[in-house]
């Protein structure tokens, strides 16, 4: 860090110094000739570099410095403590997603944590992990999460696979007990496309299809409230009550869909009928790996993900209240991210927001 400070000259020019070089008390910009010491000489030039080191601490010249110092030591600090997310929707998203390094992203709200291609501390304390398919850049971090948590004394986790990866998973965990010589609990639960898992009472998860180069399947988070049903709205509350007793069902379940997350897919996803609640959930989260004319659709689709320019397409098809964006190849950069975010933004009454996390401007 460098601090500007200005020292009385005549033309009161500031001088640039580092903390790591000495900072000149004389306004002449040349050294004075040296003279040979005697101990008279000694005495007083000692009394006079202490008078002048006395003057500059008076002049607020080293207050000052350490305000600077103070000040970008807090600034350090509190970028480490705060988190980089969004407010969407009720829920607290955050995370990174970096198409072909690493994809987690994590809402503390359900505990949950999307996929898992390296270990980021905030996805330790998330009790349940749900893996979109077996790409390393999204199933990496899976053996140092079930460590960490075990090293914390939390409880051992959920994780939640496609069914035809659980054998595989299993290998691996297998592998590290037997490298490491630790024990590695957790719960596995292979989840196929349809089938539904209760999370606590007013939460389940459902897994739906999802189109990429090996198997994946995406999830979408429900919340679930009971509904008076209409043949008995017209009853008072004890009568209600009594049939409650009685064991009749009064009630209708209704599922939300609040979370959806794809993993990596093509666009084709959008056209799959039955997966109409991962586009009418409150929150879409899904991949836009290439943003414009550099890779072709035809590429995207090649490597199974999806072309921003497909999502734009595909639009009338999006009515999720909010879409956040992930995945996007690191060729690109802040301000090319924002503006395929634009073009989007134009096509849909859904807010579209980008996770950014991990990416830099092109002037940095």
């Not at 601090?3 to 009161?12: A, D, E, I, K, R």
């Not at 997603?97 to 690493?102: M, P, T």
């Not at 009790?127 to 140092?144: E, S």
């Not at 009338?316 to 975010?341: C, G, M, P």
Request: overall charge neutral; hydrophobic content about 40%.
């Amino acid at each position: 860090m460098q601090v500007v400070l200005t020292t009385p000259s005549p033309s009161n020019t500031p001088y640039l110094h580092s903390f790591n070089d000495p900072i000149s008390l004389s306004a002449s910009p040349f050294p004075a000739p040296i003279q040979p010491p005697t101990a008279q000489n000694l005495s007083l030039n000692y009394k006079a570099k202490l008078g002048r080191v006395e003057a500059v601490k008076g002049s607020g010249i080293f207050s000052a410095i350490g305000r600077a110092i103070e000040e970008e030591e807090y600034r350090k600090a509190r970028a480490e403590v705060q988190r980089k997310g969004f407010e969407i929707e009720g829920y607290s998203i955050e995370g990174i997603s970096i198409g072909g390094h690493e994809t987690c992203v994590i809402v503390p709200e359900l505990k949950v944590a999307f996929d898992i291609g390296r270990c980021p501390l905030r996805a330790v304390h998330q009790n349940f992990v749900f893996i979109t398919h077996a790409h390393l850049d999204h199933i990496g971090g899976l053996p140092m999460y079930v460590a960490t948590r075990a090293l914390y004394s939390l409880k051992p986790p959920t994780i939640f696979v496609p069914p035809s990866i659980k054998d595989d998973v299993e290998k691996l965990f297998d592998i590290h007990r037997s490298m490491g010589q630790v024990e590695l609990d957790f719960d596995l639960i292979a989840l196929d496309v349809g089938e539904t898992y209760e999370l606590r009472n007013n939460l389940v998860v459902r897994p739906f299809k999802t189109h990429h180069v090996i198997p994946s399947q995406g999830y979408v988070i429900y919340s679930i409230r009971n509904k008076l049903k209409k043949q008995y709205i017209h009853l008072k509350g004890k009568q209600i009550e009594k049939l409650k007793k009685s064991g009749v069902e009064i009630t209708d379940m209704i599922l939300s869909p609040e979370v959806a997350f794809t993993g990596d897919t093509t666009s084709d996803f959008l056209l799959e009928p039955r997966n109409a609640d991962a586009l009418r959930a409150k929150v879409l989260i899904t991949e836009a790996t290439f943003l414009d004319d550099g890779f072709s659709i035809e590429d995207a689709r090649e490597r199974g993900h999806t072309h921003l320019f497909e999502l734009i397409e595909h639009a009338q098809w999006i009515r999720n209240k909010t879409v956040l964006l992930t995945h996007f190849s690191s060729r690109y950069h802040l301000e090319d991210i924002r503006q395929a975010v634009s073009k989007l933004q134009a096509k849909v009454s859904a807010k579209v927001i980008p996770l950014t996390e991990g990416f830099k401007s092109m002037h940095s």
